[in-house]
């Protein structure tokens, strides 16, 4: 495997190649509804921890993020518009549940900007400290 050797100066989180590449592959080739991020603190670096097939839902996705602990993701939102014309668009949404530890917080928060530059097509960003911060609504007010 390649590691990316540039660490984060704030937080000195690498980012594992393999992250990139499944958000290429989802960006260009959809083959990917959703892939989860999680940052691995001993290695220091963010891995790819889950990834969703084309065929599974936002409920899948919102299932996959857990309840009292920060990720990173990407969904592949579609959806139609007013004119009836199938789009997508690419969320990258910070998972930071109110219940999980606060140096992990800590790490999420100071470590999200470069992953997310590091992820290029990323089309709209949700903070989400709870599920409702993320639900569908969320998305489709935020897709138009």
């Known amino acids: 495997m390649v590691y990316t050797n540039e660490a984060n100066a704030a937080s000195g989180m690498a980012v594992h190649d393999d992250c990139k590449l499944k958000f290429l592959e989802l960006k260009a080739k959809r083959t990917h509804r959703f892939i989860v991020f999680k940052i691995e603190e001993k290695q220091k670096q963010v891995v790819v ?4 097939e084309p065929t599974q839902s936002y409920e899948d996705f919102a299932a996959s993020l857990p309840a009292d602990e920060c990720r990173y993701a990407v969904f592949d939102f579609d959806f139609v518009t007013a004119e009836n014309c199938q789009k997508s668009r690419i969320f990258f949404i910070a998972w930071s549940p109110d219940t999980s530890r606060v140096r992990s ?17 990323i089309q709209i960003e949700l903070q989400a400290t709870d599920p409702t911060e993320m639900g569908l609504d969320v998305f489709r007010s935020r897709a138009n």
Not at 107 to 115: E, G, N, P, T, V
């Open 49 to 52: 921890e889950k990834v969703g």
């Open 105 to 121: 917080k800590m790490i999420y928060a100071s470590s999200k900007d470069r992953f997310k530059r590091e992820l290029d097509g």
